[in-house]
């Protein structure tokens, strides 16, 4: 029935749902892309250099601990250190210092640099998990991402800092 007929008003009206003139098969189904997992369970994020995340969590394995959440607006430096094997982001204007430990981490490292990380999962030390762990992403095809622990500790704010 057309805007322009008789009982155009009833017809939109009505509470019976319109035929689809085309029946989708019951196999398609629309699904939103949604947050991709490293194989290790290190991490987790937006794969896509087009997306970008706002907020990143350290999710802590001491069930007593608080977890975290910062926005990136606040994260102007991320430091490597390749030698004790640590990212340290600095939220310079909350005056924290965010410290990830663990092993191969350069990846996570580039991914939140670029703001890509949506958290990050302390995993501790244990040697049955980590074998485990690597295990899996050696079967995903990719190296083991420990994050064996994640430290938030606040340091000075510089005194230049205008607020």
Do not use: C
Request: net charge negative.
């Amino acid at each position: 029935m057309s805007a322009n007929g008789r009982n155009w008003l009833q017809a939109a009206t009505r509470a019976e749902p319109v035929p689809l003139a085309v029946e989708l098969p019951a196999a398609v189904e629309e699904t939103e892309p949604g947050e991709d997992v490293h194989p290790s369970r290190a991490y987790g994020g937006v794969w896509s250099r087009r997306d970008r995340t706002h907020t990143v969590e350290f999710r802590f394995l001491d069930p007593e601990k608080p977890d975290e959440s910062f926005d990136y607006n606040y994260l102007p430096r991320v430091s490597w250190h390749k030698g004790k094997g640590e990212i340290a982001l600095i939220f310079d204007t909350l005056g924290l210092t965010v410290r990830i430990r663990g092993l191969n981490l350069v990846e996570l490292k580039e991914r939140l640099r670029q703001h890509l990380v949506t958290w990050v999962q302390e995993q501790g030390n244990d040697p049955v998990a980590t074998k485990l762990a690597r295990e899996e992403a050696r079967t995903a095809g990719q190296e083991l991402v420990l994050v064996q622990e994640i430290g938030i500790e606040p340091h000075k704010v510089p005194s230049d800092v205008p607020y």
